[in-house]
């Protein structure tokens, strides 16, 4: 009887009540006794495998935490080397394209109408050659600092198309649209995170044949989908480097979604905020994201 009620057979407790039938009472209350025992150490057992499976989910949950916050960190790391880059390039665009022109173009006047000047005194000649010859150091300084401060390595989109472009698991074509100086160098990290997540996903997943990333930034939002034709899992549940992703977009404001319909297709949505009239125009670009 302890056995039976400790394994769960409820449908003996039947046989309770036959000592009762042949009188024995004394035997009746042992059965009971018995009965009682199994059931109790049942519930026990029962409690513990709840306790051991919730300890369990929570030292998953915790380990899943523990591991999106070293990714944050180093997401964060990441950005602020980023953020640094970007603005080395910018500065190096900027001497470049302006002062660097604006130079270089009185240095070529200044060569040009140097032959066609007549100094009567040798000593204004002789001025007018110093000071050509320090507009030619200093062009070479300009050069050799924008040289200097210019970065080796890619960003924004030419980061993504270098990404894509040594991918060799499977051919990718990549579409990119829109203005891309509006997007932040945080959006580009997370970006950035997102396709080569997405990537990894497919070689560790899929069979795909083809692949086809596509970047669309309007005035309100970046939208970045990552499809391929191989093997759609039949899983809906998203694994840990997707739901790591999903917080990332999730605490910046983005969204993330997976589309495992005809095709396995992952898509990251990351807000760009404008502001109008000192107010950050929020709405519209909640409706532009919820349209998308």
């Not at 000593?123 to 070479?140: K, N, P």
């Amino acid at each position: 009887m302890f056995q039976a009620i400790f394994a769960g057979y409820y449908f003996s407790l039947l046989f309770v009540f036959y000592p009762l039938l042949i009188q024995e009472h004394s035997f009746f209350i042992y059965v009971l006794f018995s009965a009682g025992c199994g059931q109790l150490l049942r519930l026990w057992q029962c409690e513990r495998n709840k306790r051991f499976v919730a300890a369990n989910e929570a030292a998953k949950s915790f380990q899943e935490h523990l591991k999106l916050q070293q990714e944050l960190q180093f997401a964060l790391k990441e950005v602020e080397q980023m953020t640094a880059v970007m603005e080395r390039a910018r500065i190096a665009r900027d001497l470049h394209d302006n002062a660097g022109h604006a130079i270089i173009g009185a240095y070529i006047s200044f060569q040009t109408i140097q032959p066609l000047l007549r100094f009567e005194d040798p000593e204004i000649g002789e001025l007018y050659d110093t000071a050509l010859s320090h507009l030619s150091d200093g062009v070479e300084k300009l050069r050799e600092g924008v040289h200097n401060i210019s970065t080796v390595n890619r960003l924004g989109i030419d980061r993504l198309t270098e990404i894509c472009d040594d991918f060799s698991f499977c051919p990718i074509t990549f579409i990119a649209s829109g203005d891309s100086t509006k997007v932040s160098s945080n959006a580009w990290q997370t970006l950035e995170s997102c396709l080569n997540e997405g990537l990894t996903n497919i070689v560790k997943h899929s069979a795909a044949k083809k692949i086809t990333v596509e970047l669309d930034i309007t005035p309100y939002i970046v939208r970045l989908s990552i499809e391929n034709d191989g093997i759609v899992s039949k899983d809906p549940s998203p694994g840990i480097g997707l739901r790591n992703l999903r917080y990332r977009l999730n605490a910046i404001g983005g969204h993330f979604a997976v589309d495992s319909q005809e095709t396995f297709k992952v898509i990251a949505i990351i807000p760009i905020l404008q502001v109008a009239d000192g107010k950050i125009r929020k709405e519209e670009s909640h409706n532009e994201t919820t349209d998308c």
